[in-house]
Each structure stands twice: as C-alpha cells, then as structure tokens.
C-alpha cells in the first residue's frame, strides 16, 4: 500500500513538468484548415490555393482548403466561428463579411465580433469599363458625357451589395452621375452582358476585360482602387476625383476571435512572407490581384475603413437591407 501511494505521489509530483512540454508542442501539430467563401475558381478560392500550396510549406505542416460558398461569405464565416479557437482553422475571404454583410442582411449567420484578422494578403482592384457604342476614350469624357446624357446610360453588376454595385453607387453619388443599375448574378454575367451591349458600362477584374481590351470590345476608364495599378499603369484611380475612393477588394485570413496570440503571430509572419516571395506575385498578378501582406493591426484598420465606406454608399443610394 505504501508503495502504491509513492507511486501515485510521483506521478502527481511529474505533472507539473509534463504539462509545460504538451503545451510547447511545435505548431501544427495537426493539419489546418481554410475555409473559403467562394465556390473553386472564384477569387477567394484561386488566392486561398496559390498562397496554401507555398504557406504551409513554410509553418511545416498541411493545409486543406475548403469550400464553403453562400451568403456573400456568411457560410465560411458561420463555419469559421462554430469551432474552437485552436489556430487550427481560418478563413481566405473578402471583406464582405464585415463591411457589406452587417449593412446589407438583416439577420447573419455570425456575430462579426467572432471574428479575429490575422493578415491581409492581397487586393483586387476592379476596372470601370465601357462599350464601345460610349464615345468616350479618358474618365474625364465619360463624366462629361453621362452629364450630358442623364439617364441614358446602364451598368450591369454582379449583384446587388457588391463592390461592383458600391462602387458605381459611390461614384454616381460623388460625381452626381444619373446611370441604372442593372444587377446579375455575377460577372459571369455582367461581363457578358458589357461585351454585347446590352449595359454600357461595368467595374469587373481586369483578366476579365483583357481579351476584349485587346480586341477593343470595351474601354478602360479608370481603377477603383486608391492608387494606380500595376495590370493598368496608365490609368488614372478614381480617387482622382473623388478623394479618399477605394473599393478595390481587399482579401485576407480571418480566425476565430480568442485564437492563441502566439500562432495569430507565426501565421501573419509567415504569410506575409509567403505573399512578398516573387513567384507568388506573379502568380497573383496573372488572375489580377496584388500582393499586399500585413499584420493584424493594418488588416483591421483596413476592414474599419472599408466598413464605414460600405456603410456610407448603402446610406446615400438607399439601399435596403434584406
């Protein structure tokens, strides 16, 4: 019986020192995992693969991305915020879920606040395109024009609360631009619908538009991002005009609020570093995305600033949420 409890009294006295090495067990430990609000090829999707394949070669470990599209990212997001806080699952997504969601749908599947920034990666800056049946060839003459012309002319979108639906909106509210919108459901869609006249005009990616740029299908005016862009040097942004403009997509790595500090901070160092590694910008750059790569503070000054522009446009253009 004595020796039974001096057993047990070791035991107990080994736990202290048994603990602390579970916990320093090297992270990933398991393989982890992104969700990813859009469906395979989307944009999400295509930066969630390019930027998984060379991460998680730096962390060591596996990443499996999965596909979790619907609700303009709420799906993903529902997910994301239904598991634990283990470091072990994240989610690639625009901002969406919370700039647009919040303003736009009465009822989400998350609570925003669940939601933790770890780095963003990358943005996506869209392109205001016109049919060649405008006849303007610079920004300066499609305002003038669209001025001139009140009512006359159509845009098509990818959907009502997109970016390409806000940033006509913030442009027609800014520059007082009398245009209809015409909404589809997608740029599968709205493209299409450019190239054969039937809106004349539309934002959309610039792999989009290149082979009808090329062919001179359509006219690029101007970019909706902050600062020129890289695919369209030679364009001016819009915030040209409208000081302070910048709806260009933003796209990151979100994780469940309350996540340990410490991998919060090796996933941000190293998927910065994945996103500044020269073939993975030229792999971005080729579906029309630029490599961005900041921590967890930028990234949520960015979503705050997005927010509140989202939530100005849906105010000015009236629209309602569903």
Known sequence: ?????SLVALVIALIPLIAPAQAQAPYPAQPIRFFVQAAAGGLP?????????????????????????GANGGVAAAALTAGPADGYTFTITDGAI???????????PYAPADLLPVVLLARAPLFLAVHPSVPVKT????????????????????????THHLSMEALKAALKLDITHVPFKGTGESVPALLGGHVEAAFSAYPSLSGAIA??????????????????????????????????????IVTRAGTPQAIVDKVAAEAIATVKEPDVIRALAVVGVESVGVGPAAYATALKEETARAADVVRIAGIQPQ
């Open 1 to 5: 019986m004595t020796r039974k409890l």
């Open 139 to 162: 920004m300066d003459e499609f305002i003038a024009y669209v001025h001139a012309n009140p009512g006359k002319l159509n845009y098509g979108s990818s959907g009502v609360g997109s």
């Open 45 to 69: 999707d295509t930066v969630a693969r390019i930027v998984a394949r060379r991460l998680q070669e730096r962390l060591n470990g596996t990443i499996i991305v999965e596909n979790r599209p």
């Open 215 to 252: 062919t001179h299908r359509v006219t690029l005016l101007a970019t909706n991002a902050a600062q020129r862009s890289p695919q369209a040097p030679d364009l001016p942004p819009i915030a040209d005009y409208v000081p302070g403009f910048d709806f260009a997509p933003i796209i990151g």
């Open 98 to 108: 919370f700039s647009i969601n919040p303003v736009l749908y009465r009822k989400i």
